[in-house]
C-alpha cells in the first residue's frame, strides 16, 4: 500500500523559537503582547518593569532603590538589574523557554545575558522589536497614567524615557540583527493583528 501522508517530517519544520526576548520603545505595547504571547507559548513572561514595581509595592529595599530610579525616567543601575534576572532565569519554570520584556536594555546587560545563557547552556532565539512612533507612545502612556496613576507615566518622564530609550536600548537593534535573530513588528496596528505577527516572527 502507497503512504499518501503528506505530513512533513520533524526536520523539515522549523520549531517554534521559544527563548524570546521582546524589546521596543515605552508604550509600544510590550506588556500587553508579552503577556498574551507567553501565555500561548506555556513559557514564563519575566518582565523586570513588574518584577521592580512587585518590589516598590511591597516597599522591599530593592523596590526604594528600584523607585527612586523609575520615577525619573532612569534605567536601574545594571549590577542590579542584571542579578535579579540571573535569579529569575535560574528558576524550574524557564528551564524550557522564557520571554523577557524590558530586559536587557543596555548593551552591558545584553553582555551580562549573554553570559547567564551561556551559563545554562543556551541562547537567545528570537528578538522581537515592536516599533511604534513618539506621538503615539506619548499618547498612550499619557493614557495610562491618568487610568492606572502609574508614576512613571507623566509626560516630563515619558519623554525622558524615550530619550534614554533611543540613547542607550536602540543600539542593540543592531547587535540582534547581526546575530541574525531580530524580527521586526509593526506595533501601531491593532493588539490582535500584533500578536498575530509576533506569532507569525516565531516561525521559520
Ligand atoms: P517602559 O518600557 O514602559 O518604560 P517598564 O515597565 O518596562 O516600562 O519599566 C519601567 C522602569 O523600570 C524603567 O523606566 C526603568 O526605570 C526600570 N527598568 C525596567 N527594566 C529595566 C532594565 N532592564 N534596566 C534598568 N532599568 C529597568
Known sequence: MTDTSTST????TAPTARRL????????????????LAEGLGIPA??????FRAN?????ELGVLAKS???KGEYVPDSVTNDMVRDRLAQDDAREGFLLDGYPRTLAQVEALDGMLAELGTALDRVLLLEADDDTVVERLIARGQESGRSDDTEE??????HVYAEQTTPLVEVYEGRGVLRRVDGMASIDEVSAALTAALQG
Open 21 to 36: 526576548l521582546i524589546v521596543g520603545p515605552p508604550g509600544a505595547g510590550k506588556g500587553t503582547q508579552a503577556a498574551r
Open 9 to 12: 517530517p520533524a526536520s523539515d
Open 69 to 71: 530610579y523609575m520615577d
Open 157 to 162: 518622564t515619558i519623554r525622558h524615557r524615550l
Open 56 to 60: 516598590v509595592s511591597q516597599s522591599t
Open 46 to 51: 519575566i518582565s523586570t518593569g513588574d518584577i
